[in-house]
């Protein structure tokens, strides 16, 4: 059953480092999601993309985010200089109808 | 932006006791989704029901979207069933999900 993959599982940074997170859809989808869930809360919506452009972001997605499908299969996100307070887990999710299908997850741990 | 209120919040059964986990909504949905996160964080879909009641095993769901609400009923527990149920919906005029905080649910043999 094809599923959305996620790399790496873990990252370790330091503060004000760049760290890109990468994800690979299913490949009929159309649609892609960023969502984080910080430590013991619920999951946040950051970002969605269609047709190669960003279609909604929330007030999380400041100017330190950014996306990008960089070929026809990768999904990435992008923090340019994270922040202590950007520790959290972050899902990639795609969907081609309704349904949201999402990855595993990369842990991100700033320090 | 539209409110997701989940309960219990904590659950704790014994194994082989059924639940039924709840989750409201406060305005119009167009999609909602089931899910279990494992002890691993991952995020695992258990079913797309807008409306209606689904299936799946011990598993099943009913959603009165006119009502704003959703059940999640687990049925005969398994300590494997032990983990997170998040609730999340589509809002009209949105594409992207927003989640309930959740009912942690511990199985204990």
């Known amino acids: 059953e094809p599923e959305v993959t996620q790399t790496p599982s873990h990252q370790v940074t330091q503060m004000g480092q760049e760290v890109i997170l990468r994800c690979v859809p299913i490949s009929n989808h159309l649609y892609f999601y960023w969502y984080r869930q910080i430590l013991g809360q619920k999951v946040e919506f950051l970002v969605s993309?269609?047709?190669?452009?960003?279609?909604?972001k929330s007030e999380i997605f400041d100017d330190q985010f950014s996306v990008e499908r960089p070929d026809g299969s990768n999904f990435t996100l992008k923090i340019r200089s994270t922040k202590l307070e950007d520790s959290a887990m972050y899902f990639c999710?795609?969907?081609?109808?309704?349904?949201?299908?999402f990855g595993p997850g990369t842990r991100l741990t700033v320090l | 932006g539209i409110q997701v209120e989940q309960s219990p919040p904590d659950l704790i059964l014994q194994e082989g006791a059924n639940s039924t986990l709840r989750c409201n909504f406060s305005?119009?949905?167009?999609?909602l989704q089931w899910f279990h996160q494992n002890p691993w964080g991952q995020l695992i879909n258990l079913f797309y029901?807008?409306?209606g009641t689904k299936q799946n095993g011990r598993l099943s769901a009913t959603t009165v979207a006119t009502e704003r609400y959703s059940l999640l009923y687990i049925s005969s527990s398994q300590t494997t069933d032990s983990g997170v149920y998040f609730c999340?919906?589509?809002?009209?005029?949105?594409?992207?999900?927003?989640f309930g905080t959740g009912t942690r649910l511990t199985v204990i043999p």
């Open positions: 999710a795609s969907r081609t109808a309704n349904e949201q299908f």
């Open positions: 999340a919906v589509v809002d009209d005029g949105a594409n992207n999900l927003f």
């Open positions: 029901i807008p409306s």
């Open positions: 305005d119009s949905v167009n999609n």
């Open positions: 993309f269609y047709n190669n452009e960003i279609s909604e």
